[in-house]
């Protein structure tokens, strides 16, 4: 019993330590910080009003749309819907080029390879599953190429590094890395305290990604040495989308608390918050124009909103959807926006 209480004292001594040491970190940080970003961009000049119109309406899917992402061609997309239904778009033309049935009905995630040549998709059946988009006879039996599976929770998001390497997040609080020829896990990244809701890759370097998660952290991963090296916090609730900055040096988070943030690396602090009085639902997600100067964030309101990055104004709203806007993406050439929703519709918008 004495030991018992020996280590409930010494756990609580260690809680006072790390709050102090917490502390200091916060006060060393803030006499740093000599200027903010608002700031500094009150000479920059500020936008128009960002005019966006529907250029494509995507129809097909006979249920909720949870997930979307543009291939890295800029005209391919794949979206996963709760009918069951992995549908790969021409964006251009609206044509379906593959419809793929998925064991699981309750999907999650998609995503394209930056080859072209496969696509992922995973959710409650806690597996990731690979389809070979080019090869005809995995198409035509519509059976995965490869099924990866040891997360012990749904899957929530994956990230193709190249066709052989593919990163997953999961609601068992931990990231893994996958050798997908070999159909195993390379690595394992734990240090979230709550399920990790989404991840991003680093554009200029495929050695670091971020992931946000329900502990209301987002947190830089470098895969060389398997650790966490930044964990940014700010957020009042769970971490629903992150997103690398275009440059690689920053990232944008959405959360339940009704903001977006613009967090960065070599500051190692939060540069700005999108939030307004006005605005009380949830961010499901969250996408950079080419140049970074927009934030795009869709909303559990059935809108998606536009923000400055720089002077941290809403300059635009897309509505047309009629329910919550579950996914969105911005096109690798910058010149267009997909928004996915649980109406069972995609819009293009530009």
Same mark, same amino acid.
């Given at each position: ?18 709050? *102090?040491? @917490?502390?200091? *970190?916060?006060?060393? @940080? ?5 200027? &903010?970003? @608002? ?29 979307? +992402?543009? =291939? ?22 609206? +044509?379906?080029? $593959?419809? #793929?049935?998925?064991? =699981? ?7 394209? /390879? ?12 806690? *597996?990731?599953? #690979? ?12 059976? %995965? ?5 040891? +997360? ?21 609080? &931990? ?11 390379? $690595?394992?990244?734990?240090? $979230?305290?709550?399920?990790?809701? /989404? ?19 987002? @947190?830089?991963?470098?895969?060389? &040495? ?8 700010? +957020? ?9 900055? %275009? =440059?690689? &040096?920053? *990232? ?68 047309? $959807? ?18 996915? =929703? ?9």
């Amino acid at each position: 019993m004495q030991n018992q209480d020996d280590i409930s004292e010494r756990i609580s001594n260690a809680r006072r330590e790390a709050d *102090i040491l @917490k502390e200091r *970190i916060k006060q060393r @940080k803030e006499a740093l910080a000599d200027t &903010t970003l @608002k700031e500094m961009a009150k000479d920059v000049e500020p936008l128009a009003r960002v005019m966006m119109k529907v250029r494509r309406n995507l129809k097909g899917h006979l249920a909720k749309i949870y997930a979307m +992402h543009w =291939s890295s061609d800029s005209q391919h997309l794949v979206s996963a819907s709760q009918d069951g239904k992995l549908i790969i778009w021409n964006a251009y033309t609206t +044509h379906k080029i $593959h419809a #793929i049935p998925l064991r =699981s009905s309750w999907v999650m995630t998609a995503a394209y /390879s930056p080859s072209g040549s496969f696509i992922a998709s995973g959710g409650l059946d806690n *597996i990731c599953s #690979i389809y070979n988009i080019k090869n005809r006879d995995s198409l035509v039996t519509n059976r %995965p190429a490869r099924e990866l599976a040891a +997360h012990v929770g749904y899957i929530s998001c994956c990230r193709f590094l190249d066709d052989r390497r593919i990163l997953t997040s999961s609601g068992d609080m &931990t990231c893994l890395l996958w050798d997908i020829d070999a159909g195993v896990k390379t $690595h394992e990244f734990s240090d $979230h305290l709550g399920d990790v809701m /989404s991840l991003s890759v680093n554009p200029n370097d495929p050695n670091m990604f971020v992931s946000g998660a329900c502990d209301s952290t987002a @947190k830089i991963w470098d895969i060389r &040495t398997r650790k966490c090296v930044q964990t940014f916090s700010g +957020h009042e609730n769970d971490i629903n989308s992150v997103q690398f900055f %275009p =440059s690689g &040096t920053a *990232i944008g988070t959405g959360s339940d608390d009704a903001s977006c943030r613009l967090f960065d690396l070599r500051a190692d602090c939060e540069l700005n918050c999108y939030s307004e009085k006005d605005i009380y639902y949830g961010v499901t997600s969250v996408a950079f124009s080419a140049s970074g100067r927009l934030l795009f964030a869709g909303y559990d309101d059935f809108s998606s909103y536009v923000w400055d990055t720089l002077r941290g104004e809403r300059v635009g709203v897309l509505t047309g $959807h009629e329910n919550r806007v579950s996914c969105l993406g911005v096109s690798k050439d910058g010149m267009a926006l997909c928004t996915g =929703s649980w109406d069972s519709y995609l819009k293009i918008w530009a």
